[in-house]
Structure formats: structure tokens, C-alpha cells
């Protein structure tokens, strides 16, 4: 079974640059997850999806980040414009259907803003 | 915040048995323990999850005391593989569609000395 994969696996961008990172969850899972990871710090969730519906986006910076998964498989995160603080590793996971369902992560993307 | 605690690090013999508490005193009846580990520049990898038994795989052991306010991962035989960042995490089932994203702490940091 192919995990979940993301790419780029590394970005550098400038500052006020807009950057965009693509997931694509193991095959038949419904749930999908974006996270951010800081240095030395556990990843935080930016939002949930159920199939093609955001049912969690409560911690997404709506002013310059956005998300889509317009056919309920694959998803895109994209930041505009990217700042200085951005700087992060950007993680994908996904889950099945059913109550204690594990998430499974993707390796991530590391965004580098300068 | 996290509801566990783990301490920050650990360290453990190669071939010998690395044991990891989690203390979750709060946890409620439907919340599960999950337990996952990230080596550097990698994902979160899913270990092991239990509710109320204990369970093991092919990975680890997951000991969950009788009143459910602590665990242990146990990894048997522990490799310098086997180092990396573990965290304990507790959440709730959900019901229907996929459950709420996990909340991760700061985790235990293991490492194995040859």
C-alpha cells in the first residue's frame, strides 16, 4: 500500500512570494489532514477534511493561507503571500472511516522563506 | 494544550527493552491512546493505539493501566533505529466519519546508545 505522498519535498522562496504544496492520501481514505511543524515542536493541525468538505479550518490563518481538495483525493495548500515566519515543515495525513482510525503522515514539505 | 505528559528524554541500551510512560490522568472514557514516533526529516509514523487493553503488533507493546491514567510503549528490543521523538497522545473516537486530528505534545526524545 503506497503511503501518503507529498510534494515538493523542499521549497525556498522569497518572502512575499505565494507557495503552493500538494498531498495525495493513501487510496480510500476519506479523512485528510493538513499540519504544521515548527523546530522542535510537535506538528499543529491547520485543517480537516471529510471527503471534499473543510469540517475543521478553525486553526488556518485565513488571511494568506488556503486549502482545496476539490474531488475529495487530492489537496493543496498554498500560502499568499508567504512571510518570514512561515518558515516550517507542512505535513499531509490521512485517515479511514471508523472511530479509532490511525492517521497515517506523509514525509512533508520544508518551506524555507528568505 | 496536550492532555499527556512524557518525559522530555530517555535513553536505552541496543538489544535491551526501552520503555516509554505517558501519563493522561485526565483522560476520558471515549478518548483512545495513540502512540506514533518521528525520526528526523520524516513524518509521524502511527505505532501502536489501545482504549482500554492492552495491545501489541510488530512494532511495540502499549500497557494501559486498569484505571487508565497512565501507559507504557514498550519497543522489545530496542535499535539505534529506533531512535527518534515519541509521543503519546490520547483522542476521541469519533462517530460516523473520521475523528478529530490529533494533538501532539512535545514528546519523549529516545535515543539508543550502542
Known amino acids: 500500500e503506497a503511503g501518503v505522498v507529498q510534494s515538493p519535498r523542499y521549497k525556498i522562496i522569497e518572502k512575499k512570494q505565494p507557495v503552493a504544496f500538494w498531498c495525495n492520501p493513501i487510496?480510500?481514505?476519506?479523512?485528510l489532514y493538513w499540519y504544521l511543524q515548527n523546530l522542535g515542536q510537535g506538528p499543529e493541525l491547520l485543517i480537516r477534511y471529510e471527503n471534499e468538505e473543510a469540517v475543521d479550518d478553525s486553526q488556518l490563518p485565513k488571511d494568506r493561507f488556503s486549502a482545496e481538495r476539490l474531488k475529495g483525493v487530492d489537496s493543496t495548500l498554498k500560502i499568499q503571500p508567504a512571510e518570514l515566519g512561515d518558515s516550517a515543515v507542512y505535513l499531509c495525513?490521512?485517515?479511514?472511516?471508523?472511530?479509532?482510525?490511525?492517521?497515517?503522515f506523509g514525509n512533508g514539505t520544508r518551506l524555507t522563506v528568505t | 494544550d496536550a492532555k499527556t505528559t512524557q518525559p522530555t528524554s530517555m535513553d536505552c541500551a541496543e538489544g535491551r527493552a526501552a520503555n516509554l510512560p505517558c501519563n493522561h490522568s485526565t483522560i476520558s472514557g471515549n478518548e483512545y491512546v495513540y502512540w506514533y514516533r518521528q525520526i528526523h526529516s520524516q513524518g509521524p509514523q502511527y505505532i501502536i493505539h489501545g482504549l482500554k487493553n492492552n495491545e501489541t503488533n510488530e512494532m511495540a507493546s502499549l500497557i494501559i493501566t486498569e484505571d487508565r491514567k497512565s501507559s507504557t510503549l514498550i519497543l522489545p528490543h530496542a535499535t539505534l533505529r529506533d531512535t527518534a521523538v515519541y509521543y503519546c497522545?490520547?483522542?476521541?473516537?469519533?462517530?460516523?466519519?473520521?475523528?478529530?486530528?490529533?494533538?501532539f505534545g512535545k514528546g519523549t526524545h529516545l535515543i539508543i546508545q550502542p
Open positions: 495525513a490521512s485517515s479511514s472511516t471508523g472511530e479509532s482510525s490511525p492517521l497515517h
Open positions: 497522545i490520547v483522542r476521541v473516537a469519533g462517530s460516523g466519519g473520521g475523528a478529530d486530528g490529533l494533538t
Open positions: 487510496s480510500g481514505h476519506n479523512t
